[in-house]
């Protein structure tokens, strides 16, 4: 069985290397404004191209946009 993380509540394929920042081109997340969770941590844009995932980890990317 190959390895998998959960992005937002689905599994998706873990590959060895992967970064938030890697994992947010892979899978379209380009919005502007986005809260990123590890585990539950909060994940600072300036660490997301540093900020490994490990497979089994939870990953979160949450889009944030205001309306009136």
């Not at 992005?7 to 590959?15: A, F, G, M």
């Not at 290397?17 to 941590?41: C, P, Q, R, W």
């Amino acid at each position: 069985m190959k390895p998998t993380i959960k992005l937002n509540h689905r599994k998706v394929p873990w590959r060895e290397g992967a970064t938030v920042s890697t994992l947010m081109a892979e899978n379209h997340f380009d919005h502007s404004y986005i809260i990123v969770k590890v585990n539950g941590a909060v994940i600072e844009e300036e660490a997301w191209k540093k900020t490994a995932v490990a497979a089994g980890d939870k990953v979160e990317m949450i889009h944030v946009f205001g309306g009136g």
